[in-house]
């Protein structure tokens, strides 16, 4: 089910990332047929969470890419990361890190490109010893 909402939560913030004027609402709309209430849910709550702490989310991925600026990096790339840093460090229920850290590890297996999983693990690794 998290994986789900996971999965949803980066097509989300990818397509409002080209399109700001689209109302979540009206995009969450057009998913709810389709996934089942707890998905959406935890869909919402993930969305809602990173773009409300989008510039805190930001500065911890910008302090651990020494060579990369945030809006160089691949869309799909950077939005896993929001989402990951998001569940890890901002989400009221925080998770276990190293389970955040895998699931956005699989999802840029299956959504970014080749480099992307050493990527998001480099960074998210970072981003993790920088908060201890």
Do not use: C
């Not at 397509?15 to 998913?31: I, Y």
């Not at 869909?43 to 651990?64: F, L, P, Q, Y």
């Not at 895998?102 to 999983?117: H, L, Y």
């Amino acid at each position: 089910m998290r994986r789900q909402s996971r999965e949803l939560s980066l097509q989300i913030l990818f397509q409002t990332e080209f399109a700001p004027q689209m109302n979540l609402k009206d995009l969450s709309s057009v998913f709810e047929k389709t996934f089942d209430h707890s998905v959406m849910e935890y869909t919402m709550t993930v969305v809602e969470g990173v773009k409300a702490n989008s510039e805190r989310i930001d500065t911890k991925i910008s302090a651990a890419s020494a060579h990369w600026k945030i809006d160089r990096m691949a869309s799909v790339d950077r939005n896993i990361l929001r989402i990951a840093v998001y569940e890890m460090i901002f989400a009221k229920e925080t998770l276990e890190p190293k389970i955040v850290i895998n699931e956005a590890i699989e999802i840029a297996k299956i959504f970014g490109t080749q480099e992307s999983s050493a990527f998001v693990n480099g960074l998210l690794d970072q981003i993790l010893r920088n908060e201890k």
